[in-house]
């Protein structure tokens, strides 16, 4: 077998693909070109689309072509999602997240090089063709009997599906016989929910340009319990340090469930397959040193973020829980922690406000009762100080950055809040 196709099935990277033994001569063959597309349907990358730029990079390394296309037609539209039809968002918007898309993929490959990858947009194509030419040339060859077979037709059937959505797979065919043409692109890697799109597209080819050639989907990333990966209580992990900061990134990753670190090592780390099999090990023999974890935080976060706000993150983690200085924590990185934890705002006149008044507005207790009683059982703290007086005042000198104050009850309930005039 080929090596590489080897290595992405060693990671579990590989949900499904056209024939195997004929993909892994054809990458036996020599250098090929591949592609994966992004929709920019949000203006940012999530970490499921990190799965497909992971693949990308494999490929790279290996000594392939890659093409990495951000959809400014495609994005225009929407594939059709389960719970119900998208909402379009205006040509504006949308040519701007193809811009943002496009320099944020373009952090994880190498734009240069022997095999430098490129970026292709597909509006540049399907801009250019008419309605009467879509129709005569590309819709004739797709059956509605086999387009409403696909699983997620079917579904939205039940409740609606508009013309628009329905022939979303006519267009991402299209884009796969365009990178075809121009540069002999001959595998296209997705998500295994596009699994029916990169076949249409393959047989599309097949019936066009009487060519064989190839695709490859990853699997959806899940937790233990098999709901789908890449979501917490507040909403979707970007790879956008304004919309997830590199702190809530870093602890995400950090809180990866036991059952599943070794599966998101291989994904995500660059690390060999002795060093995840010894990750392995220790998860076995020793879990609650959670290294595993540790590993997995910090690559993933090397690589998204760079290895300089992983380590303002792990300083932060270690600071708030009294093993660091809040002090030393830049204002950016507390900023992501007080989004993180959550916390309030408080106005201060003449004077700061009480520490059990910013208890209360931090959220690490219910009532101000409660906040008396914290500082008389002594479990309170105001920037890993222990409060010893229920009438204490904040003081200038508490604030961090002149407007954030941590206040932690005990040793792991943890807010911050805002002080403003």
């Known amino acids: 077998m080929n090596e590489l196709l080897d290595e992405l099935l060693w990671r579990g990277l590989v949900a499904d693909s056209t024939n195997q033994e ?12 591949s592609y994966v597309g992004f929709d920019p349907t949000a203006p940012s990358l999530h970490i499921g689309h990190l799965v497909q730029l992971m693949i990308v990079r ?4 290996a000594g392939h072509n890659p093409l990495l296309l951000v959809g400014g037609s495609t994005g225009l539209i929407g594939d059709p999602k389960q719970t119900g039809e998208r909402v379009m968002n ?16 373009s952090k994880y490959v190498d734009l240069d090089g022997p095999n430098p990858a490129r970026l292709v947009n597909n509006y540049d194509w399907t801009s250019e063709i008419s309605s009467l030419e879509f129709l005569r040339d590309i819709g004739k060859h797709f059956s509605i009997n086999r387009m409403l077979e696909r699983d997620v037709v079917a579904r939205r059937l039940e409740t609606g599906i508009s013309y628009t959505e329905f022939s979303y797979v006519l267009l991402q065919s299209l884009d796969y016989r365009e990178l075809y043409k121009r540069y002999g692109c001959t595998l296209q890697t997705g998500a295994q ?17 009487q060519a064989s050639v190839h695709g490859l989907v990853t699997p959806l990333l899940t937790k233990a319990d098999g709901t789908k990966y890449g979501k917490t209580e507040s909403g979707t992990v970007w790879i956008d340090a304004e919309l997830t900061s590199p702190y809530a990134f ?29 990750l ?29 706000e992983r380590e303002a993150a792990t300083a932060a983690a270690g600071a708030l829980f009294g093993r660091g200085e809040l002090a030393g924590l830049g204002e950016s990185t ?26 209360v507005a931090a959220g690490v207790v219910p009532s101000k009762g409660a906040a008396r009683r914290a500082v008389a059982e002594g479990g309170a703290y105001v920037n890993n100080v222990k409060v010893a007086d229920d009438q204490a005042r904040l003081s200038r000198e508490d604030l961090l950055h002149g407007r954030w104050a941590v206040l932690r009850r005990g040793k792991k309930t943890i807010g911050v809040v805002e002080i403003v005039s």
């Open 22 to 33: 004929a993909l892994s001569a054809h990458l036996d063959s020599g250098p090929i070109t």
């Open 58 to 61: 494999h490929f790279q390394a």
């Open 90 to 105: 205006s040509e504006e918007v949308v040519a701007g997240w193809v811009e943002r898309l496009g320099q944020q993929v």
């Open 193 to 209: 929910d596009q699994w029916g799109n990169i076949t249409a597209g393959i047989d599309f080819i097949r019936r066009t340009e």
């Open 250 to 278: 870093h602890q995400f990753f950090l809180n990866a469930e036991d059952a599943k670190v070794i599966e998101y090592l291989k994904v995500f780390s660059p690390r060999s397959r002795d060093e995840i099999n010894d």
């Open 280 to 308: 392995a090990r220790q998860l076995e023999e020793e879990p609650h040193r959670r290294a595993a974890q540790r590993a997995l935080a910090d690559d993933i976060t090397d690589l998204v973020h760079g290895v300089a």
């Open 334 to 359: 507390l900023a992501g922690v007080r989004s993180e934890v959550g916390g309030g705002t408080l106005e201060s006149g003449d004077e700061l406000p009480l520490v059990v008044d910013a208890l």
